[in-house]
């Protein structure tokens, strides 16, 4: 943290009325440079924005105009560089950067400031900020969709069992369960892009919360700052962040999904399930149990998916009380959000990178599928194709499955002239229905688990994605 340099606090831009300075704690309490500072670029995009346009009005000179813009260059420089000095003192990121434009550009520095206020400054900030934020999440969940498409693919036909209560229900493919995955995802990116629109309206030219005396051009700086349009109500513009707890809503779904995914790799990767292996650059060991690989990663996913979703909770409780317009409370959107953004960042990097690196263990989930009786419901369909109805049909195969159950094996293990004492319309045509291969194959319709099924909808899915 920086001294303290004479003359040199937030209370210069507006202690002209108090009569005895801020307390020190009081200072940190209400700064936020060392959590906004990370605003920078987009601020200073924002104000570059609104003097272009104060100067198209005649509100700022060409040569303020030009002063402002060198002097913004050079401070965008000393960020990048690490050298830019950021001070408690000064508040924000705002006030640090207005400071320093100020000590290199000197009045036309105090002049940037002109119909503006850092109520509509910060909605902007945050705005672009989080626009910037989605863009980056779609690309990346582009590369996790295209991640679950290629497993689909390899694995279309790769039998492993499906699961409902996690007791074995009826066999899958597994392509077709990464393909629940890639659903999910594109779910997850539409609401990134449907709450993008929300996000991408200009605040600036709210000012403080009643709008301004100067003739401002708010659609030139919505063209220059890539807004789709302005945010149509003053107070509204400085006042809500719907916004971002809109992206807080889609980041905890999509961690949702991602810590569901990362449940079901964990007990996957468990010697009892056997089923995949992960690159051991996922995993860690353990210092006192030799023996141990432990899915660190994927359980972190799931970890964080509580932070996200406190994050989420943190921004709506932060919002309920609010009278309009503009309250200090809003300050208080910036780390959730950040940590949402953070997280979410970090965590489809990740995974991108971690479904690359499962590899099947394609015998086991075979094997597993062979228990657990999970070709009974294609036995039932079979007798109702043979005109019994569903209900004695699902009774004349739970008792099939009883007596394979005492004998130990498998219903399609069962000699014919044992299946047709159940059921005298079943015949030889019978084990067709009762191999895994069988029972995938049938269910051929669009959705289902056919592989050529699976394959169809990686081929759709391709198309859409491009
Ligand atoms: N740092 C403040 C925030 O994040 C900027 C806006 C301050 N406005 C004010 N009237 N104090 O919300």
Known sequence: MQEKKAGLNNAEFW???????????????????????????VDIRGSLAHAKMLAAVGVLSGEDLA????GMAEILREIHAGQFEWQLDLEDVHLNIERRLTEKVGDAGKRLHTGRSRNDQVATDVRLYVRDAIDRNLQQLKDVQLAFLSLAEKHADTVMPGFTHLQVAQPVSFGHHMLAYFEMMKRDAERFADCRKRVNRLPLGAAALAGTTYPIDRAMVARELGFDGVCENSLDAVSDRDFAIEYCAAASLLMTHLSRLSEELILWMTPRFGFIKLSDRFCTGSSIMPQKKNPDVPELIRG???RSNGNLISLLTLMKGQPLAYNKDNQEDKEPLFDSIDTV???????????TGVTVNTEAMRAA????F??????ADYLVKKGVAFRDAHEIVALAVRHAELQGCDLNDLPLDVLKGFSAGIDADVYSVLTLEGSLASRNHIGGTAPA??????????????
Do not use: C, H, W
Not at 454 to 466: F, M, N, T
């Open 369 to 372: 599928a062979s228990q657990g």
């Open 304 to 306: 964080k998916t509580g």
């Open 453 to 466: 099924q699976v394959r169809a909808a990686v081929e759709r899915a391709r198309g859409a994605l491009d």
């Open 15 to 41: 202690s002209g009325r108090f009569t005895e300075p801020v307390a020190e704690i009081v200072k940190r309490y209400t700064a936020s440079v060392f959590f906004d500072n990370r605003l920078a670029e």
């Open 374 to 379: 999970a070709t009974a419901t294609d036995l």
């Open 67 to 70: 002063a402002i813009e060198r």
């Open 345 to 355: 960042r970090d965590t489809l990097a990740i995974v991108a990178d971690m479904l």
